[in-house]
């Protein structure tokens, strides 16, 4: 059971309103926390802000694939001063109950936020020849499609789920919640990791069970969804096949803006508060005895923030939702780092970035043969994965995301027009590229593309409206290091313990939340991350003496 914070109410500073800062300032204040939030933009959401143009359209910037509904349930169903994070993580009902498949979906406190909808079929993987495949999660419908398309690899398949299914048992179910603090905790998962065969990498994984190369991108493709290479993940990643399977692919109408502006106001009604325009330029570090820290020895302690106007905020924690490269090389000062030091900070790997191509275009009558969710794959799929996160240049062909909400929403869009976005994954700002050059050049060759490979049919001449952001956008706008898209590249080496952890090994009362940090990039990764910060820091301010199995290991940092 959570306890009432004794006498004065601590408070906590956020930096930062994406996902992972909204939904751990919900949880801090349900604990009782007074908690800020201070966000650089004039809006919320980060990389989950949304664009509205004078004209009638709304762009999703950032995430739009929801899954995990009971995730956001949780949040909404938390009350001031009585958060609980004793409650089983996967309540009987959410394992047991039968998976939305049409009409609306969530529990009933997010019906009174947002309105959730399924998506079916969660993705259209289209392939170079023309052929596609639609994934929907349904084992009936998949095995039809995999005995139209490659019949020889319908027992691999069978294989396949069973193997995927116990990954995502016990590295989702069992240890999604388990933050990795130090190594006596990771070691006593690498048994089952190794029974499981998870420790090899994902398309490796992927095509011992499938011969044909379009199922081995079918079963891989998804992890790019959150900055991944399927080429060097691990194959624990098979579990994000199952975790859509389980609670399908969903959609909140407005768009994913939509639920960003929810999370506002559950915070503000739990008692949060937002200050817009509020860039925080360092986070203030002091020493035993109250004084700026000089030295990377002894007692090191958050105390607040500056702001870039140099104001100066202080409180009992402070939170970073910014990325986690920059929160060490910009916001901490080095004298305050032992472990997160420059040198380990800058070898880390760091994901892909994007090109994303925000577009209007008119409805000239015929339907579009496309799905909600289009994944469009070019004629190679290891080279290109190779060029983007090995040899960081952009090849002569290109893989995409292409997100046509206004198919299920029209509202996103004037009368008689659709709105739509695609995503083509690119190297970061390691690879040197000139995107005042290179980011025009692209989005002409991706519209001519689908002009003419005939997704849309006369795009150019149809635009009404065209925005693109490159990796100058992540890198500036956004502040991410190299102009990465999804923090650290979740390779076998940057995964669990190795990942950066969400309590700082360097300062006390410095916590992390966010892709960057454990469990990892996506929605409901980040949103796990915050119910993790939320308990370690309940185990630091005393709030729960025990925390149910997913407090293993956490102790001993800061």
């Given at each position: ?38 966000e650089k933009q004039d809006g919320p959401g980060g990389r989950a802000s949304q664009k509205r143009t004078p004209d009638g359209y709304v762009f999703d910037m950032g995430p739009t694939v929801i899954t995990v509904p009971h995730f956001i349930e949780e949040l909404f169903a938390l009350e001031r001063d009585g958060g609980r994070l004793d409650q089983p993580d996967y309540p009987a009902h959410v394992l047991t ?115 044909s190369p379009k199922l081995r991108q079918v079963f891989s493709f998804e992890t790019l969804l959150v900055g991944g290479n399927p080429l060097s993940v691990p194959a624990i990643y098979a579990m994000i096949h199952f975790v859509e399977k389980t609670w399908g692919i969903h959609y909140v109408m407005g768009g994913t803006g939509e639920l960003v502006r929810a999370f506002v106001r559950k915070f503000g009604e ?289």
């Amino acid at each position: 059971m959570s306890q009432p914070l004794p006498h004065t109410r601590k408070t906590a500073l956020i930096i930062g309103s994406g996902f992972g800062g909204l939904s751990l300032g919900i949880r801090l204040q349900s604990l009782g926390f007074d908690t800020t939030i201070l966000e650089k933009q004039d809006g919320p959401g980060g990389r989950a802000s949304q664009k509205r143009t004078p004209d009638g359209y709304v762009f999703d910037m950032g995430p739009t694939v929801i899954t995990v509904p009971h995730f956001i349930e949780e949040l909404f169903a938390l009350e001031r001063d009585g958060g609980r994070l004793d409650q089983p993580d996967y309540p009987a009902h959410v394992l047991t109950g039968e998976r939305v498949r049409e009409g609306e979906s969530g529990g009933p406190r997010t019906r009174e936020y947002v309105r959730l909808v399924p998506i079916l079929p969660f993705y259209r993987i289209s392939f170079d020849d023309g052929t596609f495949f639609d994934y929907d999660g349904d084992p009936d419908s998949t095995r039809r499609q995999i005995r139209a398309l490659a019949p020889g690899d319908l027992a691999g398949y069978e294989r396949f789920h069973q193997d995927a299914k116990a990954i995502f048992e016990r590295g989702f179910l069992d240890l999604g919640y388990t933050h990795f603090g130090d190594m006596a905790t990771m070691l006593r998962t690498v048994p089952d990791l190794l029974r499981l065969d998870a420790v090899r990498t994902l398309f490796s994984f992927t095509s011992r069970y499938f011969q044909s190369p379009k199922l081995r991108q079918v079963f891989s493709f998804e992890t790019l969804l959150v900055g991944g290479n399927p080429l060097s993940v691990p194959a624990i990643y098979a579990m994000i096949h199952f975790v859509e399977k389980t609670w399908g692919i969903h959609y909140v109408m407005g768009g994913t803006g939509e639920l960003v502006r929810a999370f506002v106001r559950k915070f503000g009604e739990l008692g949060g508060r937002i200050e817009y325009g509020a860039e925080v330029e360092e986070i203030l570090v002091t020493d035993g005895r109250g004084r700026p820290v000089r030295s990377p020895f002894g007692r090191r302690t958050a105390r607040g923030v500056r702001l870039r106007d140099g104001e100066e905020r202080h409180a009992d924690l402070v939170v970073s939702n910014a990325d986690w490269a920059n929160t060490y090389l910009k916001l901490v000062p080095r004298q305050a780092r032992r472990v997160n030091s420059d040198l380990r900070v800058k070898a880390a790997r760091q994901s892909m970035s994007l090109l994303v191509i925000y577009f209007g275009f008119r409805d000239d009558g015929h339907p579009l043969n496309l799905r909600h969710h289009n994944i469009i794959l070019g004629p190679r799929y290891e080279e290109l994965l190779r060029e983007i996160f090995g040899q960081k240049v952009l090849g002569q062909d290109f893989s995409q995301y292409l997100h046509v909400p206004t198919l299920t929403d029209p509202s996103l869009a004037p009368p008689g027009h659709h709105a739509a976005y695609t995503l083509i994954p690119v190297p970061h700002q390691g690879s040197g590229l000139n995107w005042e050059v290179e980011g025009p050049r692209l989005v002409e060759r991706v519209l001519a593309f689908l002009e003419e490979r005939g997704y849309i049919p006369d795009l150019r001449a149809r635009l009404t409206y065209l925005d693109s952001i490159t990796p100058d956008h992540f890198e500036g706008t956004l502040d991410s290091y190299l102009g990465n898209a999804f923090g650290p590249e979740p390779t076998l080496v940057q995964s669990a313990y190795f990942r950066p952890h969400n309590r700082s090994e360097d300062v006390r009362n410095l916590y992390l939340v966010g892709a960057g940090v454990q469990p990892g990039a996506g929605t409901p990764s980040v949103m796990m991350s915050a119910k993790m910060t939320a308990r370690l820091i309940a185990q630091d301010f005393g709030l729960h003496p025990a925390v149910r199995d997913g407090a293993e290991g956490e102790g001993g940092e800061g």
